[in-house]
């Protein structure tokens, strides 16, 4: 592992389930992350342009090409926050193409999450433009689901997974991938999530990312993302118990594995963590991801 120096390093991921075939997606938001310090911006421009890329990359469930609600709609959650104490985030938003860019607008505000309609009232008021993140690829993705509902609700997801015998992947049919990205800019660390959200959800669903110590937490230790079933990591406070380990000393690779170890069987998990030592990442059943560290 490289530790982190006062070079630059930015760490992304497409999604617990993601397809590490599509780790270009993250190695490229990574140099989207370095770029944007090498601008002359800090960690938390880094990790929202890097989440930004992901978010316009519609192989990924977030922004463009996010999951759809069993009831046909997109409603997005996204959240940034900064080794500073700084924490926004945007739930069940719709219709625009960058969710984490609204969730960062929301900074210089002395709200810290938006919900629904007020969320995109907000982002229409600050001029993020109207646009419709539907892809094919989702909307099939949905049909998918609704044919195999009944059956879900007759199985738990590690007994359906054992017992899967159709020609689609289990994976595939479900989709399930948050994107996310942690920054080092030499001097603080930033993180940031997005999501469409699990499959089979409701209309008004929130899950773990806009919710701080959940999908996420970073502090003057170092910055961890989340990504997989929502409910279980919110439940846990998994981000934030991350950090603790971090925090007693544990590296990034000891605190992925004790993330991965701490949900039950059958949940959907994987992390990316940093600290100045350097970074890891991992999910239980394999991830599109990247690190990258930037010129001295
Ligand atoms: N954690 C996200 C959510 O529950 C989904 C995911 O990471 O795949 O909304």
Redesign the pocket.
């Known amino acids: 592992m490289i530790p982190l120096t006062n070079a630059p390093a930015v760490v992304c991921h497409a ?2 389930g993601s397809n590490p075939a599509n780790s270009d997606g993250p190695r490229n938001a990574c140099l989207a992350g370095l770029d944007a310090i090498a601008r002359g911006n800090g960690a938390l421009d880094a990790a929202i342009a890097a989440t930004q890329f992901l978010e316009d990359d519609v192989r990924f ?1 977030a922004g463009t090409g996010s999951n759809l609600r069993l009831d046909g709609t997109i409603q997005m ?1 996204a959240s940034c926050m900064t080794s500073g104490g700084d924490f926004a985030a945007v739930a069940a938003i719709e219709r625009v193409r960058n969710p984490v860019a609204v969730a960062k607008r929301l900074l210089g505000t002395p709200q810290i999450v938006l919900v629904a309609d007020g969320a995109t009232a907000f982002a229409r008021r600050c001029g993020f433009a109207d646009h419709d993140p539907v892809t094919p690829a989702a909307q099939s993705r949905l049909r998918k689901v609704l044919a195999v509902t009944d059956t879900l609700g007759e199985w738990s997801r590690s007994e359906l997974e054992r017992a899967w015998n159709y020609d689609t992947p289990l994976r595939e049919a479900l989709g ?3 994107v996310g990205s942690v920054a080092w800019d030499g001097k603080g660390f930033a993180s940031s999530l997005s ?1 469409g ?2 499959t089979t959800v409701l209309r008004g669903r929130v ?3 806009p919710l701080p110590g959940c ?1 996420l937490f970073t502090g003057i230790h170092g910055a961890i993302v989340a ?4 409910e279980y ?1 919110a439940r846990s406070l998994l981000a934030y118990r991350a950090y603790a380990e971090l925090e007693r000393g544990r590296s990034p690779e000891q605190v992925v594995q004790w993330a991965l170890d701490e949900l039950a069987e059958g949940v959907d998990i994987g992390v990316i963590v940093m600290n100045q030592t350097g970074f890891a990442g991992g999910a239980r059943r394999g991830m599109a991801w990247h690190g990258q560290c930037g010129g001295a």
């Open positions: 999604g617990s469930n959650d399930c991938d948050t999501t959200g699990t899950g773990d990312v999908g990504t997989g079933d929502g990591i």
